[in-house]
């Protein structure tokens, strides 16, 4: 179904809400069939900034642009005409409108059902019912992912400062989660100096995700990054990969010192506990 392009959303220079915004935004993509992604070079502009939604179609001249001041969006440009004389944009999955998806985590966050979430952002969107466009949907699992990462986030935010000493203040997350059982939470630190021990291994890995996975994985991946506590200590995660998936974490642990046989403790510990072969 071929949808007509949408009228701009004001006159050139007047601001609108963020509302008013993606809906043009979606009619857009609807139009096109296309996604609109944001150009990643923000330009200041007074005490805004100047936001540039181009097609994903390389060399399509169709774009908008808008100032984004505080909460409002000034529009400034549109150009709707498409011109698709290459390739199609190469994509592993079919990637879900930027704006599609921010309204749907949205809605998360304000406690809205997973389950209704399709449902009602298409209605506040104006999305019609019989669209076509592969871009405007979302997995239920994806949803579901997003709503588990949600709840995730508010539970970090919720935790105390519960010492200044940030290896004692492991060691209270570990005491305050232990009764969490079907989680792999463990702690060790040695050393007399707490401010600086001579080793230190902290894992964690959540067993909502893990139970997510219902085929063993046929690949694993051990990566790490530096610096995400005070000393720098590596901070690793072990993660897998499904043909028709991005990384799941399965694991993460902190070492000290980084060898090989605090590794190879972290990974035996994993799969001991979730009773899973490498």
Known sequence: MQHPPPDPPCEVDQAIG???YSRFVIAAELHGNIRFVKDPQKLSIGTGVLIYHRCEYKGCPAGFKFIKNFDNYI?????????????PPQHKNTPTSGTYRAWIKKFLMNHGSPLNATQEVNKTLEIPKDHTCIHMTMKQTAI??????LQQKDLMRSLPDISLNQFQSLQNYVNQW??????????????EDTDFPDKLVFIYSDNDMISQIHEKPPIYHLDSTFKLIIHGFPFYVLATKFANTHSIPLCYFIIYPDNSENISFC?????????TEP
């Open 178 to 191: 232990e009764d969490q059982h079907d989680d792999l939470i463990y702690f060790d630190i040695q050393g």
């Open 267 to 275: 990974l035996s510990k994993y799969f001991e506990t979730t009773h």
């Open 144 to 149: 579901n992912q997003l709503k588990y990462y």
């Open 18 to 20: 963020y509302l008013e």
């Open 75 to 87: 529009f400034k440009s549109a150009n709707l005409t498409h011109i698709h004389s290459g390739p």
